[in-house]
């Protein structure tokens, strides 16, 4: 079963969820699909076992060929190239990597060369399976390693997937979520989250893809979560406390589940759920 792990901001508790869960499961891998700023490992402080380099495929034009009529700048869509004096010039940075340049040049003067991009590095943490992408710094699209790591959660042996997602409602996330069985949307009982909370739930009915809620910093302000779950029929399914034991763990990269039984007894009884589902 692949769980996304979601919200519609940063901040709300997201990673805390999604690698406590991990954590506990007898049989699960970890899949840190924030690739701009990946930070699960802090937490499950995994053994890396290996590294494989991602890169997109980006034009590489041949000036002896070229005859600099502007097809490929007039095509591209995320303006990579520019045709400028009579030579084309690349903005690689921006490329997709879709082919179309290479496609529409009537000289046949471009072909497509790999430019790395960042990392997928994998090992294991305590009885579970650790995976996350890493973005080079500066690097403005983050799709392609997002859409490589979720591609190998399909060749993981474990009965748990639970997929870190980047916040927000963006590209990167929609790639991270579109294979999973289910999202759990983690928000905090404030109006920002509650805000927040409705783009990621118009995100995943947009997808298809059911989904529940996770209540974090939970106090007596919940209610405003728990009203706009039960209006549109969506279940909240574990609340975490407003807790400064909690905030202290999570500051010093310690699991929360190792704080409180109760807490640990929380995130079993979501697998339970989730495993029923």
């Not at 979520?177 to 289910?182: F, G, M």
Request: hydrophobic share 40%.
């Amino acid at each position: 079963m692949i769980v996304s792990v979601l919200s519609g901001k940063g901040g709300t508790g997201k990673t805390t969820v999604a690698t406590n869960l991990a954590y506990v499961s007898d049989s699960a891998a970890y899949v840190d699909c924030d690739v701009e700023e990946p930070n699960g490992f802090l937490f499950l402080k995994p053994v890396i076992t290996g590294k494989e380099k991602v890169s997109v495929m980006v034009p590489s034009v041949t000036e002896e060929k070229c005859s600099a009529c502007g097809e490929c700048a007039k095509w591209c869509q995320f303006n990579a190239l520019a045709l400028v004096k009579q030579k084309v010039i690349g903005f690689l940075q921006l490329c997709h990597g879709c082919g179309l340049c290479s496609l529409v040049c009537p000289e046949m003067a471009i072909k497509e060369t790999p430019r790395g991009i960042g990392v997928i590095e994998t090992g294991q943490f305590n009885k579970g399976i650790f995976m996350h992408g890493v973005l080079k710094t500066g690097e403005p699209i983050a799709v392609p390693i997002i859409s490589k790591l979720v591609e190998k959660t399909g060749n993981v042996k474990a009965r748990h997937v639970i997929v870190d997602c980047p916040p927000g409602s963006s590209c990167s996330v929609i790639a991270a979520v579109e294979k999973s069985d289910y999202c759990l949307l983690v928000t905090e009982p404030t109006p920002f989250g509650l805000h927040d909370l409705k783009i990621a739930v118009d995100l995943i009915k947009l997808l298809g893809i059911p989904g529940g809620v996770v209540i974090n910093k939970a106090d007596e302000k919940s209610q405003i979560i728990r009203d706009y779950c039960s209006a549109k029929n969506i279940p909240v399914l574990m609340e975490l406390p407003f807790s400064k034991r909690i905030a202290e763990a999570y500051s010093a990269g310690k699991m929360i589940v190792d704080t409180n039984p109760a807490i640990r007894e929380r995130f079993h009884e979501l697998l339970d759920i989730l495993e029923g589902l």
